[in-house]
């Protein structure tokens, strides 16, 4: 089975010669799909997972304060382990 680093979300278009990836690149950190672990393409819009886990940390730090629950999501999505 194949592991794709880019998941589109847009239309499928057929293509003859689909072996080669084509470039992709973050519309937030500009880098391209060689450099990041996954890449979720949209229409016209792009988001490596790094910044994807900075967003979703943003939007659970938002409120000001984070609960225990919020906390250990956080430390799931960078892969912090608590010794």
């Not at 984070?66 to 912090?80: F, P, R």
Request: proline share 4%; glycine share 4%.
């Amino acid at each position: 089975m194949e592991d794709k680093k880019v998941v589109s979300f847009e239309k499928k278009h057929s293509k003859a010669n689909d072996k080669t990836q084509e470039l992709e690149y973050c519309s937030f950190c500009k880098r391209p799909n060689t450099q990041v672990p996954k890449m979720v393409k949209g229409p016209g819009v792009n988001i490596c997972s790094e910044c994807t886990l900075i967003a979703v940390q943003y939007l659970i730090l938002q409120d000001g304060l984070m609960s225990a629950e919020a906390q250990k999501i956080l430390d799931l999505l960078w892969g912090v382990s608590k010794k």
